[in-house]
Structure formats: C-alpha cells, structure tokens
C-alpha cells in the first residue's frame, strides 16, 4: 500500500465530506479514493469513516488520525519541492571571459537539456581559480599546462593583414636598423598571461633577437584587439579570437604555443558533466581543437 497516496485521499475526503468532491480535489476516480481509504483501514484495523447514504462522516478514530495524516502529506509535498529544487539547483562555473557571449548561450542550453543549469561567471585566469579556491563557484574552467589539459587552444600571430608566408618566425619581427621600420609588438591578452605560456614566448622572443617591449602584456583582449586592428602589432591569440575580429591568423614557427583548460569543481557528479557529456560544448566556448570543433577548421589567410 502506497501509504501516502491513502492518506492523501483520506485528507481529501474528510475536508470535503463526500468520497465524490475528495477524489474530484485529490486527482483520482472516486473507485481509488474508495480502495486507498479502505486498505488504510483495514491496515490501521479501525474505521476512518462512517459511510450513509447522504453523507460520509469521520470516526472518532478518523478525527484522532486525521492530523497526522495531514503531517504525512505536507511532509511528502514538502519533499517533492526540496527534490524540484535540488535536481534543478544552479552550477555556477567560472569561464574565461574570452568565450563568446553566442557560444556560452549555446552552453546552457545544452547543459539544461543534460538537466543541468549553468550559471556563468565571465572571469580571467587568476580570478577563475581565486572563485574556485573561495569556493564561490562549484565549478571553474580553469588554466593548466597543455601536458594536463582536457582542452586545448593552439594560439598564433593575427594581424590586420595577410601574412606572407604559412607560419610566423619570431626572428622576422627584429627591428632594422634605420628608424623607418618600426618595431611590431606581440600583445599578450589577460588570458594568455599566465606562466606556461608568457615565460616561454619571452624566451623564444629574446632568442631571436627581440627587444624585451616587443613582448608586451595589454590590459584587456579589447585593448589588444585594437591595437593589432590600428597598427602593425600582432595579437597572440586563438584562430578563434582571430575570426571574430576580423583579423588575419598564422601559427607561430616556434614555440608551440597551446591554451591548455581543464575542470576544478567540487562535486564529482560536475565535473563529470563538465569533462564529458558537455565536453564538445564546453570545446566550442574556448575554440579548441578536435574533429569538428571551431579550432579545426582551415583557413585561407594564413599564407
């Protein structure tokens, strides 16, 4: 016996006083509400209600059971609310703030069909893993070493015009001589300032004879973007970042130079979600590379 279905209809019939309007209020045929109350019945072995032909009315055990069995009924209705609740409590995850609006929107949607509702917060490295430490977010896309990584970002040179040849070599961004050729600086965006991938170009840089400004840290992607959009300057970035500027994109001839993502969250159930069911999704956010994912596909304007 369903108990809490028999109280239901217990509740139900007592408040409206006929077998009739109690399963009318309770959702069921009036045959159900009959069989519910009598198996409660013979399960508590006395009667519940006095049955006539003009009126059904409570027992006196009926009207000792009747507030417990309201209690037993909250609580389940109280439960299916807390259950509503829970399947439906909001993940807010930590993203780089490079991800594109339109594609993020493409996230929470997928996740919602997983069951999943995402609640991002835009944010750059340092402060995704400040949220994820502070516990702020349950979960972040987080920086990492391309070695560790479950996403990965090849970053180039992008430029307002095509580039002359298929790859970049640092050594032809030397400065000449004479003061007539002015020297084009590589813009590293808040999101590539990170040790893994700044340290490493630096050093390429100086190797191949660059003046230590020509490697320079801009203040934003917009700040970068425009400079590379107003000047000679180059903006290491995603071929991605590169499409939506409108800007020309080549790979680097060394070093290799790739974002590397993984997932911080605090519950093993997201972080599954996030590595696996929504990985692709999640891919298309940072312009990773993998068969059809938006890093993939070719372009004509790097040669």
Request: proline share 3%; charged share 25%.
């Given at each position: 016996m369903d108990i809490v279905a028999a109280c239901r209809a217990y509740v139900a019939v007592s408040g409206h006083g006929s077998f009739t309007s109690g399963a009318a209020a309770a959702r069921i045929p009036q045959s159900v509400?009959?069989?519910?109350?009598?198996?409660?019945?013979?399960?508590?072995?006395?009667?519940?209600?006095d049955r006539t032909s003009r009126a059904v009315r409570l027992t006196p055990f009926g009207q000792d059971m009747l507030p417990t069995a309201r209690r037993l009924v909250d609580l389940a209705d109280a439960m299916?609310?807390?259950?509503?609740r829970a399947r439906l409590r909001p993940l807010r995850i930590a993203v780089p703030e490079i991800c594109p609006p339109h594609r993020l929107a493409a996230l929470v949607v997928a996740a919602r069909r997983q069951r999943v509702h995402l609640e991002v917060r835009p944010a750059g490295p340092q402060e995704r893993e400040r949220l994820c430490q502070t516990l702020e977010v349950g979960a972040g896309v987080?920086?990492?070493?391309?070695?560790?990584?479950v996403w990965r970002v090849p970053l180039g040179l992008a430029a307002r015009t095509p580039f002359p040849a298929p790859?970049?070599?640092l050594d032809t961004l030397r400065s000449g001589r004479g003061r007539a050729q002015a020297r084009r600086r590589i813009l590293i965006q808040p999101e590539d300032d990170v040790p893994h991938l700044r340290d490493p170009l630096a050093r390429a840089a100086q190797s191949a004879g660059l003046a230590p400004a020509q490697v320079s840290i801009a203040p934003s992607l917009v700040d970068a973007a425009a400079a590379a959009?107003?000047?000679?300057?180059?903006?290491?970035?995603?071929?991605?970042?590169a499409e939506d500027f409108s800007l020309h994109w080549c790979p680097l001839a060394g070093p290799q130079l790739l974002?590397?993502?993984?997932?911080?969250?605090?519950?093993?159930?997201?972080?599954?979600?996030?590595?696996?069911?929504?990985?692709?999704d999640v891919a298309r956010c940072l312009g990773a590379t993998g068969d059809g994912e938006p890093g993939a596909r070719p372009t004509g304007d790097a040669g």
């Open positions: 509400a009959s069989r519910r109350i009598a198996a409660l019945e013979e399960h508590f072995g006395a009667k519940l209600f299916a609310d807390d259950a509503e987080v920086a990492v070493p391309e070695a560790v990584a790859t970049v070599f959009l107003g000047s000679p300057d180059l903006l290491l970035c995603s071929r991605q970042q974002r590397g993502y993984d997932v911080a969250a605090g519950v093993r159930e997201d972080l599954a979600h996030l590595r696996t069911v929504l990985h692709a």
